[in-house]
């Protein structure tokens, strides 16, 4: 049976505004104070299901007032409606315009609903901010002053009236947050910033006052049962078979979203201070790992890209991806004492082509980290075929500059400058393709040798000697300029390389410890496979080269790294090849070794992040659990070890 065929049979208490003010379903004035309580949290309860995926006709405008919110004669429901109507646009407004969302994320069609166009958002805050002072009056009035007698009655009001003025000040603020946060050239990220601290603030006393009620505003059913609200109002307008069951968030559920919210919001205002491409890149990586509501993400998509694609509203991508290239592995071209660009034409419209397909291929990556983590994966996949055509290009923009540059005096070399800026993007999005096939649980047990090997001995090592590779090309580029500099700049340099040392040095000292994690694993699992602890599946219709194939079939595309073949991983994991046989206990030790200098590498890093300890608990612990089976612990026993992720979402905890 369809919606349209159940909307004929389920008893409605009414079917619109007016139809239940005529029989007396609703009221539109003389709200007691706890029913005005009930009906904000229900609302707002059902403004965060929606923002979680779930559609209009079935969470907000189940709430009757926001239909005809002028025809509701009390001040404080009726411009709490009109707020209401304008958050609703206003984040359907902002989640459209960064385009991140995907079908399961948020649904954005309004099914004819109007939101209130005849009153302005300035109107709307100002009938909210009369209702405020209005409450802020009588909480003054019923505050017990000192040397007053307690009054039980005035005492309740009171705490009643503060818990109406906290959320009605609440849905006030997270407006003007909303509105200040994606601001031109990010002019309201101050205001945001106050708005935010007050939002948490009144969530506090808003989170205090929710044991104030008790019987309907306690949610018994899936649907408010409060008055005014009505399930299956909006039957009518949904399709015949709609995707999923809706249940509307328990005020405790949308207390803790909305923490969430401010607390991400807070976060994205410090987006600002990463002036250069690559901390960006870090800052939307570590964002999303968070796995963050499709409103955040969005909102830090709009902070960061202006409606006019300018970083911050101001300065254009091509110009801080040259300011970070330069930075990264400084290429002679381009450099500030270089006149080649300005005296040679064919070069300079070069290296723009070259810029400006580079920003698009950074404005790809930076779109792709606002997706869930599940749609991620996917576009990782097909990205990479613009990163291949883009290294083919900066490969054949260094062959010409290097030409040209030796002709020059002095003559200089250009060789896999631009190239290697590209490649390690290339094979970062790479290691994040396979890495994320674990976030997502996508491989089977018997898969993990064969992705841990290619981490392992292919693209973490190609990574660490790119980064070595720019460091040495930096490093040759100062000596080159260092007596050509003024004392006063070279101080101003000297400051600007050893923050840069330090990131880089940071980040090889990462990417190594988490090429030795992966060795690590490859070695233990290597070593169970001839223990016998893990037997490798018997499907009729599949075998390893074909899944083999099937997890790296993305790589295809890209000429460096090239992609290795099932049959040489096969050769090179073949035991076999060498005369003498290597004891299990010898494959144990080396993993162990892996382990232990992980953990070695990882303890060196300098104010460690979250992330950073449990990869070395995840270390020590698995150093000593291998370190035991080297020792001949379980040896008789054929049980399959286990993988816990539960510390770490990618490198798991091996038990036996």
């Known amino acids: 049976m369809d919606a349209g065929m159940v909307c004929n049979l389920a008893k409605k208490k009414f079917d619109s505004f007016d139809q239940a003010v005529k029989t007396g379903a609703v009221k539109v004035n003389d709200f007691t104070w706890e029913e005005k309580i009930e009906i904000i949290d229900a609302t707002l309860s059902c403004l965060v299901t929606w923002s979680e995926g779930h559609s209009l006709a079935q969470t907000v ?39 991140i969302f995907e079908e399961e994320d948020f649904q954005p069609m309004s099914y004819g609903f109007k939101m209130a166009p005849n009153m ?10 009369e209702v405020e002072d209005d409450f802020n009056r009588t909480i003054k009035a019923t505050r017990i002053k000192e040397g007053q007698e307690r009054n039980e009655k005035t005492e309740n009001e009171n705490q009643i ?80 078979t709609f995707p999923r069951y809706t249940r509307i968030k328990t005020a405790e559920e949308t207390q803790q ?25 870090e800052f939307f990586t570590e964002f999303s790992k968070t796995s963050p509501c499709v ?65 698009r291929v950074m404005c790809s990556i930076i779109n792709i980290l606002g997706l869930n983590r599940a ?51 290339t094979v970062k999005v790479m290691i994040t393709y396979l890495l994320s096939g674990f976030e997502l649980e996508l491989y089977g047990t018997y898969e993990y040798y064969y992705i841990f090997w290619y981490l392992y001995e292919c693209l973490y090592g190609w990574l660490v000697s790119t980064i070595s590779r720019a460091d040495s090309s930096v490093q040759e580029h100062e000596a080159v300029t260092e007596q050509q500099l003024k004392t006063r700049n070279n101080k101003k340099n000297k400051k600007k390389r050893v923050l840069k040392a330090r990131q880089e040095h940071r980040e090889r000292l990462l990417c190594q410890a988490q090429q030795n994690m992966c060795g690590g694993y490859f070695k233990a699992l290597m070593g169970f496979k001839t223990d016998g602890k893990m037997k490798d599946p018997n499907f009729p219709f599949d075998n390893e080269e074909y899944r083999y194939n099937h997890r790296f079939a993305p790589f295809g595309s890209v000429v460096t790294p090239p992609l290795v073949q099932y049959s040489q991983f096969k050769e ?14 010898d494959m144990y030790m080396t993993s162990c070794q892996c382990f232990q200098h992980a953990k070695a590498l990882l303890e060196r890093i300098n104010n460690p ?40 979402n990618i490198f798991p905890t091996i038990k036996v």
């Not at 609703?88 to 960064?98: C, G, P, S, T, Y």
């Not at 919210?261 to 960006?280: F, K, R």
């Not at 992040?609 to 040896?635: D, F, Q, S």
């Open 61 to 99: 405008f189940t709430n009757v007032y926001l239909h005809s919110p002028e025809k509701v004669e009390d001040p404080c429901i009726k411009a709490f409606s009109f707020c209401m109507l304008k958050t609703v646009e206003l984040i359907k407004d902002r989640i459209n315009r960064a385009s």
């Open 120 to 129: 302005t958002d300035s109107k709307a805050m100002s009938l909210m901010k």
């Open 161 to 240: 009236a503060t818990a109406i003025y906290s959320r009605i000040k609440f849905c006030r603020m997270l407006f003007i947050s909303l509105t200040e946060l994606t601001r031109e050239k990010c002019s309201g990220l101050d205001a945001a910033k106050k708005s935010l601290s007050q939002l948490s603030d009144l969530l506090d006393v808003i989170s205090k006052s929710l044991n104030l009620l008790t019987g309907k505003s306690q949610q018994d059913s899936d649907y408010p049962v409060t008055t005014g609200f009505e399930p299956l109002l909006n039957q009518r307008l949904l399709p015949p």
């Open 257 to 281: 979203y909305f923490r969430d919210l401010i607390n991400n919001l807070q976060h994205i205002c410090s987006v600002t201070e990463c002036d250069m491409i690559h901390s960006a890149l």
């Open 295 to 359: 409103l955040s993400r969005s909102l830090l998509q709009l902070t960061y890209f202006s409606p006019n694609r300018r970083i911050f509203g101001t300065e254009m991508v091509s110009d801080v991806i040259r300011d970070q290239i330069r930075q990264f592995v400084a290429p002679p071209a381009i450099m500030q004492q270089n006149t080649l660009l300005n005296n040679n034409q064919q070069a300079k419209d070069f290296v723009d082509s070259l810029l400006n397909n580079a920003s």
């Open 375 to 425: 749609r991620q994966r996917d576009r990782w996949g097909h990205l990479l075929d613009d990163l291949a055509t883009l290294q083919d290009e900066a490969d054949k923009v260094d062959a010409y500059l290097h030409n040209t540059l030796l002709k020059s005096e002095p003559s200089r070399q250009h060789l896999a400058f631009f190239g290697t800026w590209v490649l390690y993007h």
């Open 572 to 585: 090179m994991v073949d035991f076999g090849r060498y005369e003498h046989k290597r004891p299990i206990s």
């Open 609 to 648: 992040t979250l992330e950073i300890i449990n990869l070395i608990k995840v270390a020590k612990t698995n150093y000593v659990v291998i370190k035991l089976l080297a020792g001949g612990h379980k040896k008789d026993s054929q049980e399959m070890p286990e993988f816990d992720f539960s510390t770490h």
